[in-house]
């Protein structure tokens, strides 16, 4: 088993060592390793069990850090950076020779993050190297929120997780590229509110279509998926018609009739967007270990972080195709 700690020195050490460690971020916990590594980002795709096609997010703590690496940051970039960085928040920009292939599957593409979360910052800015860091489960299942959703999975395969609590926000960052107009263009919805991004950029382009060939996995059909199955629908007109002895419901904010109460998980009672994604993973992990034969689930209002919300359920809803 991983040993579970808060000592970033000792984070740093095995990192700068080709080590990989979970490191605590406010959007769910990463698989870090050092991103000029190539030993060190091949033993992340192991660990994972993640396909070699799949790019990884490269994380620091400064601007200064990131020209270091990349060819050029347009304006709207910047605006973005200055407004909403550290924070949940992907973007994708022109990587120099620095950053090695297996990071961006090729792409001339990397796609970079400064974390709001003070111990990875302290770490992050102790080390001389970015961070890779995809999110620290195995590859399709739901991203850890805390540190010992990374034990449970991979506990056996990585000799640190550094505990920084339970992830503020509680879903992935939002990923923003930019076309060749230099506009802003949504890749994954995700921790930052269309909204939030709207106010500096205006009217975003939008890049979600899902597909087997994805250019995020994050676009993946099925993805974050619980290994129940997960039916996204009106719960109310749902019940009567299941026939599964064991249902189990994830709601916005209220129970149901016709199914058990300790069945049943409200994301959140005051039917609040920002504690839904705050509780939406580590509730599903919840029921997914219910032995439970169905989870009867249902979108959330469309706005703010609901965006988000609403696609990682429809994800978790796709049968596997992997
Ligand atoms: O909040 C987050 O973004 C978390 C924390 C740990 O920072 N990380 C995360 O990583 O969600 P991961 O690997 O689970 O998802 C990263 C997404 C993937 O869908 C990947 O394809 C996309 O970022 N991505 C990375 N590099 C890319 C690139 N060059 N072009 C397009 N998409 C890219
Ligand atoms: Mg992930």
Redesign the pocket.
């Known amino acids: 088993m991983a040993e579970i700690g808060r000592d970033i020195d000792r984070a740093a050490v095995l990192l700068a060592s080709g080590k990989v460690v979970a490191i605590p971020?406010e959007?769910?916990?990463?698989l870090a390793g050092n991103a000029y590594d190539v030993h060190g980002i091949s033993r992340i795709f192991e660990v994972k069990d993640r396909p070699s096609f799949?790019?990884?997010?490269v994380?620091t703590n400064s601007l200064d850090k990131i020209r270091t690496f990349v060819k050029e940051i347009p304006q709207v970039a910047i605006d973005l950076a200055d407004a909403l960085w550290p924070g949940?928040l992907?973007l994708?920009l022109q990587r120099n020779e620095i950053i090695p292939d297996l990071v961006?599957?090729g792409?001339p593409?990397?796609?970079v993050?400064i974390?709001n979360h003070p111990m990875s910052l302290e770490l992050l800015s102790a080390i001389e190297f970015p961070l890779a860091?995809?999110?620290a489960n195995p590859f399709g299942y739901i991203?850890p929120t805390n540190a010992r959703h990374v034990q449970e999975q991979l506990g056996d395969k990585i000799p640190y997780i550094l505990d920084g609590g339970p992830s503020a926000i509680g879903i992935?960052?939002t990923?923003i590229?930019f076309n060749e107009l230099g506009q802003a263009e949504v890749?994954?919805f995700?921790?930052t509110p269309m909204e939030d991004i709207e106010s500096i950029v205006g009217p975003l382009n939008m890049k979600l279509v899902a597909s087997r060939k994805?250019?995020?996995?994050?676009?993946l059909k099925s993805h974050y998926a619980p290994n129940t199955q997960l039916l996204l629908c009106d719960i109310a007109t749902t019940i009567p018609r299941i026939n599964a002895n064991k249902t189990g419901v994830l709601s916005f904010s209220k129970m149901y009739d016709g199914v058990p109460a300790q069945n049943q998980r409200t994301l959140s009672i005051t039917g609040d967007l920002h504690e839904a994604a705050h509780e939406l993973f580590a509730t599903m992990r919840e029921l997914d270990n219910m032995g439970l034969q169905i989870i009867l689930a249902e979108e959330v209002p469309d706005t703010g972080l609901g965006k988000a919300i609403n696609d990682r359920l429809r994800r978790a809803a796709e049968t596997r195709i992997l």
């Open positions: 971020t959007t769910v916990y990463g799949n790019p990884l997010i994380h949940p992907t994708l961006t599957a792409s593409l990397v796609a993050r974390p860091a995809p999110s991203s992935e960052s990923i590229g890749y994954r995700g921790g994805p250019q995020a996995p994050g676009m």
